[in-house]
């Protein structure tokens, strides 16, 4: 017991590491900051894409959102940070996890949006098209509000699993929350570091998990 | 480097294509075997925990949800190093595959136990209560009642949960499990090359592709019969 204790919860070594862990907070806080909007956005355009009136648009677009939602992220990642140097482009880091988590999150916010615009029966467009709203007003003004209300506990169960994933950032040397708390634990020889890094991720998380539980319920009555 | 034929000779080298076939495939089957292991464990912990649950047992339910939002607001990789370099401090020394296997077992658990537990609630009261009348315990009720009509709304979130999860068996990577990405990420290294890398991001969509797409169909089906 007292191993354990020393091992995992020694307050003296978390104390040392909170710096270095809330400075990987920081980096966890800005890849967020960065690829949440960015998938959200590149979601949408998956979306609207795979509804295209061009047949070969449209078949691109679930190509791509299936291919990229059968390879793990962390696969993509390190293919992009150590794949391209030798195409002759060399991202840093950061570059890496913005281009590879674009790819990754972009097909799964894409394939919710697409369940999401599906929802809404036709009638809504032709009522909307017929108070002669433009296709795109309608879009923007009538579907995807309604849209969006309908798959809202997906959508931000998706998010919660970004700001999760931004975790493997860690693998390619980005300073993030994970990575800082390893490296302590690599000094210290002790795992109350990575204990720390868990119960922050923890009390950022927590809520949010049991928001989604109470959406869902909310959606499903 | 020349241009096109250096892109070629830098990601589909035949040379080396050939060379690494082996060590890609054998990265496939121990993907494959730890995924499977993963997928049976996990999905049968969550059902168990489930049924737990339905018996309404306070403490117990309350540990049950406590474990299930731990493991869903963790993020895997946290928990498989937490385990992998933890546990070695306390006398229990365990191979990297099953602390892979260990992790990505209870984190599925613990969302499919949330998705049993949904489709255990959404079967009418009505339907317990007639099913006790005709003289069956709560057990019997649970067993050939309530679970036969709660399962099936639950298959394709459980599909795609286990899609998403069994994709984290590339993080065993990191520990050191000799994986697909693990085989490819070292014959890179030795190779100086990436077409190992094509060729493991090629082989996950090999296994996976068939997976989603199924995943998508048994959505679609699953739907239209809630209608």
Known sequence: MEAIVEQFFNIPIMQRALPLLLMGLRQTALICLMVIPLGLAGGLAFALLSRSSLRAVRSAAVVGIDFFRAVPPLVLLIFVYSGLPFAGVRPSPFTAVAIAFFLNTSSYYGEIYRAGIESIGLGQWDAARSTGLTASQTLAYVVLPQAVRNVLPDLVSNTVEVVKLTSIASVVALPELLYSADMARSVTFNSSPLVLAAAIYLVMLWPIVRLVSRLERRIAT | ?227
């Open chain 2, 1 to 227: 480097m020349q241009h096109g034929f250096g892109f070629l000779d830098a990601f589909f080298n035949p040379g080396l294509i050939e060379r690494y076939l082996p060590d890609i495939a054998k990265g496939m089957a121990v993907t494959i075997e730890i995924a499977a292991a993963v997928v049976v464990t996990g999905i049968l912990l969550g059902l168990v925990l489930a049924i737990a649950r339905s018996f309404r047992v306070l403490p117990v339910s309350a540990l049950i949800v406590l474990f299930v939002d731990v493991f869903r607001a963790l993020p895997p990789l946290v928990l498989v190093l937490l385990v992998y370099f933890g546990l070695p401090n306390v006398g229990i020394y365990l191979p990297s595959f099953a602390v892979l296997w260990l992790v990505l077992s209870l984190v599925l658990a613990a969302f499919c136990e949330e998705i049993f537990w949904a489709g255990i609630l959404s079967v009418p009261k009505g339907q317990w209560e007639a099913a006790r009348s005709t003289g069956l315990g709560f057990v019997g009720a649970l067993a050939y009642v309530v679970l036969p009509q709660a399962l099936r709304l639950t298959v394709p979130p459980i599909t795609n949960r286990t899609i998403a999860i069994t994709k984290n068996t590339a993080l065993g990577t990191v520990i050191g499990v000799g994986e697909i990405l693990n085989q490819a990420t070292t014959a890179q290294s030795f190779s100086g090359n990436a077409t190992p890398l094509m060729m493991g991001a090629i082989a996950y969509v090999m296994l996976f592709i068939p997976v989603v797409v199924l995943g998508r169909s048994l959505e679609t089906r699953f739907a239209w019969r809630r209608g």
